[in-house]
């Protein structure tokens, strides 16, 4: 994947999309007929996917089904983590996120995560836009929803909603630029050649079966999806203090909340890689209950 972006850096590096180039249309071709969408809008950081997601529902809100002009509402799941910006911060309901940066983006309303009759509740007022989710939340400590939640709130994005932006009413500058777009090209393709997410399902299960092991008076509960785990410890346990003294043990880690501890593994890790991280894992988790006796 590196050697690409180097290879196109040598080539083209960056332009505005105010300019046409070749990379960009290879990219938008390969990620529609991978995930079998119709349109795809490239950005460059995840607020800035999720704030044009606001507006398009918005606009197709107003456009098709006639939403009253500033009346439109979107519907957000409580817990969320998607940034920083006004908007974003606006759909939180952490106090640490958007205290003190009112006054904030109206007609924002949120519910709980993982319930679908408080959804159907909020999405039945005739002025919802439309409902943004996160398939797991991560911020909130890799909180997974029941099976279903999702299919069952979910709205795909298709062309009778994207297409009620027209040329020129959105963009960005270098969303798409040449390297971005090769480097995705070629992320993609490493996935499906090396079994990444075969290999994601099947060593997370392995992490997360050893996990369980854990003292239950310590390591409360073990959740996750893949690679994509976090336990959650007894609260008389800091996260922060065990996250560095796993740190000074080789394993990188991320607190959050106070009592979850988050573990991202490579997608590329192996048995011997998750055992080995395990057994420091469980000789931390040792340390930190002897400092406390």
């Known amino acids: 994947?590196?050697?690409?972006?180097?290879?196109?850096?040598?080539?083209?590096?960056?332009?505005?999309?105010?300019?046409?180039?070749?990379?960009?249309?290879?990219?938008?071709?390969?990620?529609?007929?991978?995930?079998?969408?119709d349109k795809a809008l490239p950005m460059n950081t995840g607020v800035e996917a999720a704030e044009s997601a606001v507006k398009l529902a918005r606009r197709w809100a107003y456009d098709v089904k006639k939403v009253p002009t500033n009346k439109a509402k979107v519907v957000f799941a409580e817990n969320n983590f998607w940034g920083r910006s006004i908007a974003a911060i606006s759909s939180s309901s952490d106090p640490e996120s958007y205290g003190g940066f009112g006054p904030f983006v109206p007609l924002?309303?949120?519910?709980?995560?993982?319930?679908?009759?408080?959804?159907?509740?909020?999405?039945s007022d005739p002025n919802t836009a439309g409902f943004m989710v996160e398939p797991i939340q991560g911020e909130a400590g890799v909180v997974v929803p029941d099976v279903g939640y999702l299919k069952a709130s979910a709205v795909l994005c298709d062309d009778h909603?994207?297409?009620?932006?027209?040329?020129?009413?959105?963009?960005?500058?270098?969303?798409?630029?040449?390297?971005?777009?090769?480097?995705?090209?070629?992320?993609?393709?490493?996935?499906?050649?090396?079994g990444l997410v075969e290999n994601s399902a099947k060593m997370g299960e392995l992490f997360m079966s050893k996990l369980r092991t854990l003292p239950k008076d310590v390591v409360k509960t073990v959740r996750g999806r893949g690679l994509f785990i976090a336990i959650v410890i007894n609260e008389k346990y800091d996260a922060w203090m065990v996250c560095n003294r796993l740190l000074a043990?080789?394993?990188?880690?991320k607190n959050t909340h106070g009592?979850?501890?988050?573990?991202?593994?490579?997608?590329?890790?192996n048995k011997a890689q998750i055992e080995?991280?395990?057994?420091?894992i469980s000789k931390t988790i040792q340390q930190v209950v002897a400092e406390h006796k």
């Open 259 to 269: 009592d979850v501890i988050r573990f991202t593994p490579p997608l590329c890790i």
């Open 108 to 123: 924002f309303e949120r519910v709980p995560y993982n319930d679908l009759k408080a959804l159907e509740k909020a999405i």
């Open 1 to 37: 994947m590196w050697l690409a972006a180097v290879k196109q850096m040598q080539t083209l590096s960056l332009t505005s999309r105010a300019f046409y180039n070749n990379v960009l249309g290879e990219y938008e071709e390969f990620l529609v007929k991978k995930f079998k969408y």
């Open 161 to 194: 909603i994207m297409l009620n932006i027209k040329p020129g009413q959105h963009g960005s500058t270098y969303g798409g630029n040449p390297v971005a777009c090769r480097a995705a090209i070629e992320a993609l393709k490493v996935i499906d050649d090396e």
């Open 249 to 253: 043990n080789g394993v990188l880690s």
């Open 276 to 280: 080995e991280v395990f057994d420091i």
